[in-house]
């Protein structure tokens, strides 16, 4: 346990991975429940079907947090919604699901946006005239665009130098997270913050993305009453005036940017591999590819 909060492993019995199998081999000397150390962070392991079912049934409220790490917890506050925990995260994650509901999750209203990008993107790769080339950037243009209409209520231009920015921001602190650098931290915190190092950086690009969100919601409030809620940021800012007199109310200006950040960092990166492992695949199987190209 730290600061209330259980870190759990839960091991799924037909996974084979390497790994997995260590702690399978920790489970038969020590039990289907025991502690492991991640550096400072204590990690319970539940192995085999009987202790995750008791686990996640019977005793569901110790897994109902988020482990705040010393790295996140200075990076986000405990605020938005993937690093708060309690009323704030129910707040803000409710908050999140019902307005991008309202914005066209799921609906034909956000597939019409999709398609404009799709668009967007085909046109930028057939300008490649059937050089070699890189498509990591194309796609991460056309993902974060998405966002950024439901964020924002408008797509960016590629040569924006700020949407570049925030783009390059995003794709800074994302890759940090995989690093040395990051164990070091969370191992280390009171020492990391005192030293320099690649973390810096990370810190000055979660700034530039927070004054990038912070400029967009100062636009949103000089034309916050000339029309009806049309993004992300139009319906928490009329929620906020909602909540004015809410004493128990989270909806604030900081949770608002943490919740965009928390959109653009949980939609970038993942959407991006997934496209870019389609296109791998569809190019080791160009017999596939060509079949798929006649049904359409």
Known sequence: MTDGRLLGLMLHPHQTLEHVSTVVKLAKQYGNVYTIWAGNLPVVVLSGFEAVTEGVINHSECFDERPVTPFFKTL??????????????????????????????????????????????????????????????????????????????????????????????????????????????????????????????????????????????????????????????????LQMMKSKRDPNSTYNEENLIQSIVDLFTAGTETTTTTLLWALLLMTNYPDIQGKKWLCI
């Open 76 to 237: 986000a506050n405990e605020k938005g919604i993937i690093l708060s925990n309690g009323h704030t995260w129910k707040q803000q994650r409710k908050f999140g699901l019902v307005t991008m509901r309202k914005l066209g999750l799921g609906k034909k209203g956000i597939e019409y946006q999709i398609q404009e990008e799709a668009s967007q993107l085909a046109d930028a790769l057939a300008n490649t005239k059937g050089q070699p080339f890189d498509p990591t950037l194309l796609i991460t243009n056309s993902v974060t665009n998405v966002i950024c209409v439901l964020n924002f209520g408008q797509r960016f231009s590629i040569g924006d130098e700020d949407f570049l920015k925030l783009r390059n921001a995003l794709f800074q602190v994302l890759q940090f997270t995989a690093t040395l650098f990051h164990f070091l931290y969370d191992t280390f915190p009171w020492l990391m913050k005192h030293l320099p190092g690649p973390h810096k950086k990370v810190f000055a690009a979660y700034g530039q993305i927070a004054s990038f969100v912070s400029k967009e919601i100062e636009k949103h409030k000089v034309h916050q009453s000339l029309h009806e809620p049309q993004d992300f940021i139009d319906y928490y800012l």
